[in-house]
């Protein structure tokens, strides 16, 4: 009757070992399908810098009058092109024309007076030679002839001010471009830019066909730029559009952007598309690195531990922990120098045995 006992004892024991390792293995085999994975493979993968940034033209003027007076020709529109000297604005021309016709007499009539003192001291220069006037009444003649001459060359000058301030009421475009602001309107009096005054900005011209976009990069990133650079844009107001461009001014100095030392840059880039204009946003990749066909793994299975960089590879229903030696990124995929095989399985979360270690 004991052995008996003893025999089912025995046989309950046994089945509760193996239900125990049967538990384990489903345990073990659970615990490694919950685990997200990826797959070691082959890829072309580059390092860029990244930016975002807002799009400028690289030749812009704000138009402005030198002289003050009342608009009464609007000859373009915000959104029109113009050539180098066309005419933007026309303003009232009456008051300086005034004075032009003044300025003029006044040079006429300074040319009389000059031809008459001219004479004048021709004459007493001959009667002084004879003696028959003194030394004081030539010397007079000669001063007054040399006073005419001087007043018809203020004269002469102010004409010529009068006639430039006349020209300068026709007010043309300095270069070629696309009105991309106009602050007036028909009839407005506007004031001219001058020493003491800032002046009324009558417009904004700029060349829409050669752009730029400013960019704020951050001091480890920029020792990786330099001039001549290609970059790529792309516009989040324009789905798909990608226009290729160049690294064209690093600043030599940080500036401190909300307590961010960071260093403007530069991204020059010609416009095809309409769509692409001033003040619209744009990120900038510039390829700072690259390597073709390396193994790689998503960002997220790799591990710190100890200032060594770990992979969790799949054997079986377990995880192995393995050094790796780690490439260059591009932001999603890293690359897998050492340690890794094309094809293996990695974990995207730390397996169950291995946390604590560093978490």
Do not use: C
Not at 7 to 19: D, E, K, M, R, V
Not at 139 to 161: H, M
Not at 206 to 217: G, P, R, Y
């Amino acid at each position: 009757m004991k052995r008996f006992i003893f025999s089912l004892i025995f046989l309950a024991l046994i089945s509760a070992g193996y239900l125990f390792y049967k538990q384990d293995k489903v345990s073990q085999q659970s615990e490694v399908s919950s685990i997200r994975t990826d797959v070691a493979t082959q890829r072309d993968l580059t390092l860029a810098v990244s930016a975002t940034g807002e799009v400028m033209p690289l030749l812009s003027s704000i138009v402005k009058s030198e002289v003050s007076g009342r608009i009464t020709k609007l000859a373009v529109e915000e959104g029109d092109s113009v050539q180098k000297g066309d005419l933007l604005v026309q303003l009232d021309r009456t008051s300086i024309e005034t004075k032009v016709r003044e300025a003029e007499r006044n040079v006429e009539a300074d040319k009389l007076r000059l031809e008459k003192s001219e004479r004048n001291f021709h004459r007493l220069s001959e009667l002084h030679r004879k003696d028959f006037i003194g030394e004081q009444e030539f010397l007079d003649a000669k001063t007054d002839f040399e006073l005419a001459k001087l007043n018809l060359e203020i004269a002469g000058a102010r004409l010529e001010e009068v006639q430039e301030d006349l020209s300068k009421t026709s007010i043309v475009a300095p270069h070629s471009g696309m009105v991309t602001r106009q602050d007036i309107v028909d009839g407005q009096v506007i004031s001219g830019a001058t020493s003491v005054s800032n002046g009324t900005e009558l417009l904004t011209l700029s060349k829409m066909e050669e752009l730029f976009m400013e960019a704020q990069i951050n001091e480890v990133d920029v020792g990786l730029l330099s001039l001549g650079q290609t970059a790529e844009l792309s516009f989040d107001s324009i789905a798909g559009s990608r226009v290729p461009g160049t690294v064209g001014r690093i600043a030599v100095s940080a500036r401190n952007e909300n307590n961010i030392r960071v260093f403007p840059i530069e991204v020059l880039f010609e416009a095809d598309d309409a769509r692409v204009r001033p003040g619209i946003s744009a990120t900038v990749q510039v390829p700072v690195a690259s390597a073709t066909q390396a193994i790689s793994v998503l960002l997220s299975a790799v591990y710190l531990d100890g200032g060594k960089q770990y992979v969790y590879v799949q054997k079986g229903n377990a995880w192995e922990q393995r050094e790796v030696e780690l490439g260059l990124n591009d932001l999603q995929f890293i690359e897998i120098k050492s340690g890794l095989s094309v094809g293996e399985v990695v974990a995207l979360s730390r397996p169950l045995e291995y946390r604590g270690l560093d978490d």
